[in-house]
């Protein structure tokens, strides 16, 4: 199984400033023949499933706000933030979906500061 | 938009089988690929296995000898069965759809329901 880690565990962030949680996998997720990363980030907030916030690691999905943007490429890829809103307070998960079994970060609590 | 639901008993005794159904609605199940994912409480996301409607599945090793998935197209229903439970089974179950095309995603989710294993 591709093990994904994140750090750091948990986040404080004062309103408005910058958030970075990076995920690293055991393996590369880079399937060359087409030069795409294989890993999504999700978002969860308290009571509710995960949302979909970015895949192909990068790619933000629609209706995303553009404060949220991913990258990297290979095992190393960053989801930052920019400018932190009270509705990101939550939780956020890796995944890559380079091969089965489909596997998760730990994930990683965004709070305030 | 497709919409997911749970359903299935709260509460199952340690050593029998937990099983769910998630119905589908605004969409075909005949449609895409559907799938089981799972949170212990207060812990991260494992992914459990999908289906395809014609029956077509991949589970996930870990729990591959103890899991069955179904399809009722006729309902716009699929199942999860899981046997011989423990109190590491204890979670909530979500189902979601993947969304057809090059990338394997999660695109909607049903709103969980909690599995408690417990005598």
């Known amino acids: 199984d591709i093990v994904m880690t994140q750090s750091p565990d948990s986040l404080a962030v004062s309103l408005g400033e910058r958030a970075t949680i990076n995920c690293k996998s055991s393996q590369s997720v880079l399937y060359s023949p087409n030069n795409k990363n294989y890993l999504a980030w999700y978002q969860q907030k308290p009571g509710q499933p995960p949302k979909l916030l970015i895949y192909?690691?990068?790619f933000r999905e629609s209706g995303v706000p553009d404060r949220f943007s991913g990258s990297g490429s290979g095992t190393d890829f960053t989801l930052t933030i920019s400018s932190l809103q009270a509705a990101d307070v939550a939780v956020y998960y890796c995944?890559?979906?380079?091969?089965?079994?489909?596997?998760f970060g730990q994930g990683t609590k965004v709070e305030f500061k | 938009q497709v919409q997911l639901q749970e359903s299935g008993p709260g509460l199952v005794k340690p050593s029998e089988t937990l099983s769910l159904t998630c119905t589908v609605s605004g969409g075909s199940i005949t449609s895409n690929y559907w799938s089981w994912i799972r949170q212990p409480p207060g812990k991260g996301l494992e992914w459990i296995g999908y289906?395809?409607?014609?029956?077509?599945?991949n589970y996930n090793p870990s729990l591959k000898s103890r899991l069955t998935m179904s399809v009722d197209t006729s309902k716009n229903q699929f199942s999860l069965k899981l046997s011989s439970v423990t109190a590491a089974d204890t979670a909530v179950y979500y189902c979601a759809n993947i969304r057809v095309g090059e990338a394997s995603l999660f695109d909607y989710w049903g709103q969980g329901t909690l599995v408690t294993v417990s005598s």
């Open positions: 192909w690691a990068s």
């Open positions: 289906i395809y409607y014609s029956g077509t599945t």
């Open positions: 995944q890559q979906f380079y091969t089965t079994p489909w596997t």
